[in-house]
């Protein structure tokens, strides 16, 4: 089982900048991990992933260009650096891990969830 934290929500305005983070703990090894989103009334969407070993990174078309996901160098933190925000970015993010090194875009696929974060872009 693997615990995962987020932080770095928030109120931010349309073309601003925030990034959040996740601090994962437990189980680590061999996570895949990444981001979904879930807006009002919406079902949970996929974001972006890395694999456990970093060297692949994927992304929703929606967030292609303007998001970046990392991972920090002890692998128990990924990060998602998100630019140019606009209003229909608007949702509540949540961090996942999977074991199996990867993480594929369907949310019923992933293991563990983290309690989500708000990220608010106000226009």
């Known amino acids: 089982q693997v615990q995962l934290v987020e932080s770095g929500g928030g109120l931010v305005q349309v073309g601003d900048s925030l990034r959040l983070s996740c601090a994962a703990s437990?189980?680590?090894?061999?996570?895949?991990m990444g981001w979904f989103r879930q807006a009002p009334g919406k079902e949970r969407e996929f974001v972006a992933s890395?694999?456990?070993?970093?060297?692949?990174?994927y992304y929703a078309d929606s967030v292609k260009a303007r998001f970046t996901i990392s991972r920090g160098n002890a692998k128990n933190t990924v990060y998602l650096q998100m630019n140019s925000l606009k209003p229909e970015d608007t949702a509540v993010y949540y961090c996942?891990?999977?074991?199996?090194?990867?993480?594929?875009?369907?949310?019923?696929?992933?293991?563990?969830w983290g309690q989500g974060i708000q990220v608010t872009v106000s226009s």
């Open positions: 890395i694999t456990w070993s970093g060297g692949s990174t």
């Open positions: 996942a891990a999977r074991m199996g090194g990867w993480i594929p875009r369907n949310p019923n696929q992933v293991d563990s």
């Open positions: 437990g189980r680590t090894f061999n996570n895949g």
